[in-house]
DNA sequence: TATTGTTATACTCTATAACTATA
DNA sequence: TATAGTTATAGAGTATAACAATA
């Protein structure tokens, strides 16, 4: 496993493939996951509150790539059920905070765990090398969502 | 690199951010894509028809994770759009095989490069360890897609 | 003027339920 | 009966456009 037996393949192609796999994987746990109880959306906003505390609608829509409007319905949806509370910005009135409730961060512990049983039992069965491989891209993946 | 140091991480973790990150980059596609021409799904269905031939409606609907009813709405539109076009099984009259027309061929050629050009630039800056990384990953996410 | 957020509306993707045709 | 597909309907997620409040 040196190196170039796998850089003759065209980028391309490759990187056809991996977007493919990619929405393969996601469709595959949206099957996976439990009817009740959050909505991915709703799942992917919860922890990046969590992950970065109190954050503004137009900061997490920036984040994930969706626009002001649609991260506004999602915080919407969320301070309907109680799991998440608008602060007032300090010093800009334009802006506002959204922070988790502690009824927020039970839920997105207790509903996110059930929620990626299925993922779990699927690595389970890989092994150590391929997870090593995985984990590596999970860095490559976010880098290259977040790149310019 | 030898090993141990990432089999710390508990994998429940890395299954979050693994699913996060996928999402995270799916999203980004979405949003860096072309808005004319052909829709997410319809490319990917394009994709798979052109990899595995002729086939039906109820096979693509597995291999995406999809129900039936999802996946016969994504070819009726491409139908509409004369980009596939539909055969009778020659054993099972119920069945339906549904194949790429030259018009099809043509469609997912010239769209799906102008669609994927974004990830092409990004995956360029990586270095060549990095994306012999992703590519080996896609593997796997594949694998884990359409594990049992 | 520019920015943050909201409201209104529409399109895509997917699901469930009920139906028809064929095996 | 069981399977393949269609039609009808609904909900989630997202987008664009038009607006109000604040900087």
């Known amino acids: 496993m040196k190196a170039s037996s796998e850089t003759s393949i065209p980028l391309e192609t490759a990187v056809t493939e991996l977007s493919l796999a990619i929405g393969q994987l996601l469709r595959r746990l949206r099957a996976e996951s439990n009817p009740d109880g959050l909505t991915w ?3 992917v906003a919860l922890a990046r509150l969590e992950k970065a505390g109190p954050t503004t609608t137009a900061d997490l829509a920036r984040a994930e790539s969706v626009k002001p409007q649609s991260m506004g319905a999602t915080l919407a949806e969320l301070e309907r059920e109680g799991l998440v509370k608008r602060h007032p910005h300090p010093t800009d009135g334009r802006q506002v905070l959204f922070a988790l ?3 927020g961060v039970e ?4 509903r996110n765990a059930a929620k990626q049983k299925w ?3 699927a690595m389970a069965k890989l092994d150590p090398d391929e997870r090593r491989v ?3 891209a ?3 993946i976010k ?3 977040e790149a310019d």
Request: glycine share 0%; proline share 0%; net charge positive.
């Open 107 to 110: 839920a997105r512990r207790k």
């Open 119 to 121: 993922l779990l039992a």
């Open 143 to 145: 880098r290259l969502a």
């Open 134 to 136: 995985l984990l590596s």
């Open 41 to 43: 959306s709703q799942t």
């Open 101 to 103: 409730t502690a009824e």
């Open 138 to 140: 999970t860095a490559l």
